[in-house]
Every structure is written in C-alpha cells, then in structure tokens.
C-alpha cells in the first residue's frame, strides 16, 4: 500500500473516533444539566470512620492495598 494512503485512513480512524467521544460528551453534558444523571457505584469499599467518629466515605479496596503495592515505601 502507499504511505500516504495508510497515513490518510490512520487519521480518518482518529477524526471518527474523535467526533463519536464529542457526540458522546455533548449527551452526558446534556444529561447533567437536565438532571437525568443517575450514577451507581460496584465497588466494594468498606466505609471509614473520621476521627470525630462520622462515617465519611467509603474507600476502595485498591487504596487500601497501595503501600504493598509500590514496597511498602
């Protein structure tokens, strides 16, 4: 195949791939601002306490294992 024909379909990918994140965006933009939005969390954290004794949020169990992750720094 020709370079600038590979080159050419290479950015073609990208432009489309670019105007369907847009499009995308513009909705859940439009989503937000209706109020529309509805978000669920899958994860599986276990709520923290504050020194106060409030529960504040919740925290990943990822987080949780971060010192063992990077050796215990």
Known sequence: MNQK????LIL???VLVSVVQAVQLYGL??????G????KSTSSAAPV???GGKQIQSVP?????????????
């Open 61 to 73: 169990s990822s987080v949780k294992e971060l010192p063992s992750m990077v050796g215990g720094c």
């Open 36 to 39: 529309t939005l509805s978000v």
């Open 5 to 8: 024909l590979i080159v050419g």
């Open 12 to 14: 073609a990918v990208l």
């Open 29 to 34: 933009k439009d989503k937000i601002s209706s």
């Open 49 to 51: 306490a504050s020194s």
